[in-house]
């Protein structure tokens, strides 16, 4: 008998995620390439992938420990974010009348400028590291807030009933109700807010323009910039766009991780 032939390998909707967008990313990086090249493109104007590359290899040392400093500001405004986002959706569902009195000042979270306050803070708060945190962590906030709070009210109303009919307390309503049905709503604000707190980070930091050996990467593109060392100012960009990457990769994994088995949005 014959054996069942096998699928390509790019076939595989897995493979297909991972593999076409760096087939993308490797043509524009030759596309960039060629271009600079033939048209002879001043290096202090847009350097090439090339020059981007020799440049993050010979200052590795100084971008990775700029590069942790943006990750510690990144993590524990992602913590923060996580902690006080998700008590304050549990106290906005269980009550109208708390949600309709605070939600307001959350949303004001979400459409105040970050740089119009984060000078205030930084004043405010004599620590740098928990300044930049604050700052990062309130750019962060609101998308944990909605959507987890989304999530809780989107509960399915049939067994919402049920649960009513056979007199469960709110406590096991929330638990065994609300919460795994805000899941999937709850792993989407985490997709957000994780590359939130790390846009907050940097912007704090450009704000606070932080030196010496606590600078972040927002601080390296500051110099380079002043310095015009164009090759060193795209470097710590590809850094911080890398890591925005990961950050959302990671995300979604534990969100596959937690919802593949059961839930229809992670199924293949």
């Known amino acids: 008998m014959n054996s069942p032939s096998k699928k390509p390998l790019l076939s595989d909707p897995r493979m297909q995620r991972i593999v076409a967008p760096l087939v993308v990313g490797a043509i524009l990086l030759l596309l960039w390439q060629a271009l600079c090249t033939a048209f002879e493109v001043p290096v ?17 040392g100084l971008l990775a420990g700029a590069l942790l400093v943006t990750l510690k500001i990144t993590f524990l405004a992602f913590a923060m974010a996580v902690v006080i986002g998700v008590a304050a959706a549990f106290l906005f569902v269980q009550s109208k009348l708390v949600e309709a009195s605070l939600f307001p000042y959350a949303i004001l979270l979400q459409v105040t400028p970050i740089v119009a ?7 405010w708060v004599k620590t740098p590291i ?17 959507n987890t709070v989304l999530g809780l009210r989107s509960v399915n109303p049939g067994l919402l009933n049920l649960f009513r009919l056979n007199r469960a307390t709110r406590w096991q309503t929330l638990v065994r109700l609300r919460i795994p049905s805000a899941l999937p709503s709850f792993f989407g604000g985490l997709r957000i807010s994780c590359g939130m707190s790390l846009i907050g980070a940097v912007v704090a930091e450009f704000v606070a323009g932080t030196g010496g050996t606590g600078t972040g990467l927002a601080y390296q593109i ?12 795209f470097a710590a960009l590809l850094m911080i766009t890398v890591t925005g990457v990961l950050l959302f990769g990671l995300m979604v994994t534990l969100s596959r991780m937690v919802l593949s088995r059961w839930h229809e949005s992670e199924l293949e």
Do not use: H
Not at 135 to 146: E, N, Y
């Open 44 to 60: 202090y104007l847009v350097p090439t992938p090339a020059a981007i590359f020799k440049t993050l290899v010979a200052d590795w």
């Open 117 to 123: 306050i984060a000078p205030l803070i930084i004043i």
């Open 130 to 146: 928990i300044a930049l945190t604050i700052c990062a962590t309130m750019m962060a906030l609101f998308p944990i807030i909605s």
């Open 222 to 233: 500051l110099q380079a910039g002043f310095e015009l060392n164009i090759p060193r100012l």
